[in-house]
């Protein structure tokens, strides 16, 4: 299977600041990856598919960049909505595999 | 509007079962993919199982294979889990998500239905 490893664990930033979190693969995935952004007792949101392409009606502020084994998701100016805990996967190989999840919190 | 609405989530005894149901409204159901991804309590997102449009490719992660059947009901634009020989371990909430038009990913998410296997 597929190792999915994001970096930091815990990230504490202070609003307007710029975000980079880190995700880095055991084995190449290509482009094959998405980003997911989750609040407290909610589901997960689809940031970033195919490494780069934002869904529709994701802020500019959140871009994904990177391929083969090190992608990396940025925000631009973090906004007092964008704490969360953000998570990579790759779809590129069965099956499916999720990083552990970076957590954007409040300094 | 997409929406996704699980349900049958309950507590159980380990080696139970349960089905869980996933109901779909405001796109083509029978056009898309549908996964189930389960969360344990205070832990990361685990994809569990895959169907295809039409039900003919299905997969499951290791961790639930032979023990969880994924199925659907295009006519009723439904999904299912049937889970036997609950284990402690499948403790979690499932959420059901469709697949992306482009890709593997999970582009649309239900809210999840909690699942709890304990004695």
């Known amino acids: 299977d597929i190792v999915m490893t994001q970096s930091p664990a815990t990230l504490s930033v202070s609003p307007g600041e710029r975000v980079t979190l880190s995700c880095r693969a055991s084995?190449?995935?290509?482009?094959?990856l998405a980003w997911y952004q989750q609040k407290p007792g909610q589901a997960p949101r689809l940031l970033i598919y195919?490494?780069?392409t934002r869904d529709t009606g994701i802020p500019g502020r959140f871009s994904g960049s990177g391929s083969g084994t090190e992608l990396t998701l940025t925000i631009s100016s973090l906004q007092s909505e964008d704490f969360a805990v953000y998570y990579c996967?790759?779809?590129?190989?069965?099956?499916?595999?999720f990083g552990q999840g970076t957590k954007v919190e409040i300094k | 509007e997409v929406q996704l609405v699980e349900s049958g989530g309950d507590l159980v005894h380990p080696g139970g079962s349960l089905r869980l149901s996933c109901a779909a409204s405001?796109?083509?159901?029978?056009?898309?993919?549908m996964n189930w991804v389960r969360q344990a309590p205070g832990k990361g997102l685990e994809w569990v199982s895959y169907?295809?449009?039409?039900?003919?490719?299905?997969h499951y992660a290791d961790s639930v294979k032979g023990r969880f059947t994924i199925s659907r009901d295009n006519a009723k634009n439904s999904l299912y889990l049937q889970m036997n020989s609950l284990r402690d371990e499948d403790t979690a909430v499932y959420y059901c998500?469709?697949?992306?038009?482009?890709?593997?990913?999970?582009?649309?998410w239900g809210q999840g239905t909690l699942v709890t296997v304990s004695s």
């Open positions: 998500a469709s697949s992306g038009w482009y890709g593997y990913y999970f582009d649309y």
């Open positions: 405001g796109f083509t159901f029978s056009s898309y993919s």
């Open positions: 169907i295809s449009s039409s039900s003919s490719t299905i």
């Open positions: 084995q190449s995935v290509s482009s094959n």
């Open positions: 195919g490494a780069s």
């Open positions: 996967q790759q779809y590129h190989k069965w099956p499916w595999t």
